[in-house]
């Protein structure tokens, strides 16, 4: 499985980004995907997640009530809209993708997804 990410860029705080992860997986009804990101000197935090089949997404405090997270089953993407961009947002934002539900247990967690994307730098100015 490939993911494709795209979509970065540099913003003004305040403004918003639409991320958008191709991904080439055959069937998507057992499939998660996530988005996570890095910061400079930081480890790989979790952003969102959701269960492509039912549509059960996961967020982490950071970007609830911020970013969404959706996907268009035609198109095999995945998005993450971001507004209300902080500097703080600043990182290499990665997506992800497994076989297998997500639960309570999974979803956070970077080794829990077998295949990655290349990444996209997201920079947000004060």
């Known amino acids: 499985v490939q993911l494709q990410a795209y979509g970065g860029g540099l913003v003004q705080a305040g403004e918003s980004l639409r991320l958008s992860c191709v991904v080439s997986?055959?069937?998507?009804?057992?499939?998660?995907a996530a988005w996570f990101r890095q910061a400079p000197g930081k480890g790989r935090e979790f952003v969102s997640a959701?269960?492509?089949?039912?549509?059960?997404?996961y967020y982490a405090d950071s970007s609830k009530g911020r970013f969404t997270i959706s996907r268009d089953n035609a198109k095999s993407t995945v998005y993450l809209q971001m507004n209300g961009l902080e500097p703080e947002d600043t990182a290499v934002y990665y997506c992800?993708?497994?076989?297998?539900?997500?639960?309570?247990?999974?979803?956070?967690?970077?080794?829990?997804?077998?295949?990655w994307g290349q990444g996209t730098q997201v920079t947000v100015s004060s």
């Open positions: 992800a993708g497994r076989t297998g539900k997500l639960h309570s247990g999974n979803y956070y967690f970077p080794g829990s997804y077998a295949s």
């Open positions: 959701i269960s492509w089949s039912s549509g059960s997404t």
């Open positions: 997986e055959r069937t998507f009804s057992n499939y998660a």
